[in-house]
């Protein structure tokens, strides 16, 4: 798709200006994915393999679904720093709807924007969306346990 675009832009003329503007996105999160990488190489060595299996693994069952929907839904952080951090540490300790229940919390639930959504939403509509977006994730990783695993 790089090639694609590279391609649509030179022939308007605009390679350098999109170059320019690839460049700018690289050394904004370059960065963040420093810091990323620095922590999944930390965490990787600081928790056990046999604590994530316990906690996550494949005889957690529901309660692993559930832990898992909390990780997801405390990592703060847009992709860059999240799917570094799953994969190093996640991928092979945790059953298939425990990922997809920490995945689809940390997309769905950001904790960080807690204090904006009530000065601005009310405590109402942030009541609400919080009891449907809590359950969400736990549902679909038990239904992903259930289908697949």
Same mark, same amino acid.
């Not at 030179?10 to 999109?18: C, F, H, P």
């Given at each position: 798709?790089?090639?694609? %675009? %590279?391609?649509?832009?030179?022939?308007?003329?605009?390679?350098?200006?999109?170059?320019?503007?690839?460049?700018?996105?690289?050394? &904004?999160?370059? !960065?963040?994915?420093?810091?990323?990488? $620095?922590? /999944? =190489?930390?965490?990787?060595?600081?928790? !056990?393999?046999?604590?994530?299996?316990?906690?996550? =693994?494949?005889?957690?069952?529901?309660?692993?679904?559930?832990? *898992?929907?909390?990780?997801? &839904?405390? /990592?703060?952080?847009? !992709?860059?720093?999240?799917?570094?951090?799953?994969?190093?540490?996640?991928?092979?300790?945790? +059953?298939?709807? +425990?990922?997809?229940?920490?995945? +689809?919390?940390?997309?769905?639930?950001?904790?960080?924007?807690?204090?904006?959504?009530?000065?601005?939403? =009310?405590?109402? %509509?942030?009541?609400?969306?919080?009891?449907?977006?809590?359950? /969400?994730?736990?549902? $679909? *990783?038990?239904?992903?346990?259930?289908?697949? =695993?």
């Amino acid at each position: 798709m790089a090639v694609l %675009f %590279f391609y649509l832009a030179y022939r308007q003329g605009k390679q350098v200006e999109a170059l320019k503007e690839a460049r700018k996105l690289l050394f &904004a999160v370059l !960065p963040l994915l420093l810091c990323a990488f $620095v922590l /999944v =190489g930390f965490m990787n060595i600081l928790i !056990p393999e046999e604590i994530l299996q316990s906690w996550l =693994g494949g005889g957690s069952g529901w309660k692993g679904v559930a832990i *898992g929907s909390a990780i997801g &839904a405390l /990592v703060q952080g847009g !992709p860059y720093a999240f799917f570094p951090l799953f994969d190093a540490l996640f991928r092979d300790s945790v +059953t298939i709807g +425990t990922a997809i229940a920490m995945i +689809t919390a940390w997309g769905m639930i950001n904790v960080g924007h807690l204090p904006y959504e009530f000065a601005f939403l =009310g405590s109402r %509509f942030v009541a609400l969306k919080y009891a449907l977006y809590l359950a /969400v994730p736990l549902l $679909v *990783g038990l239904l992903a346990n259930a289908l697949f =695993g």
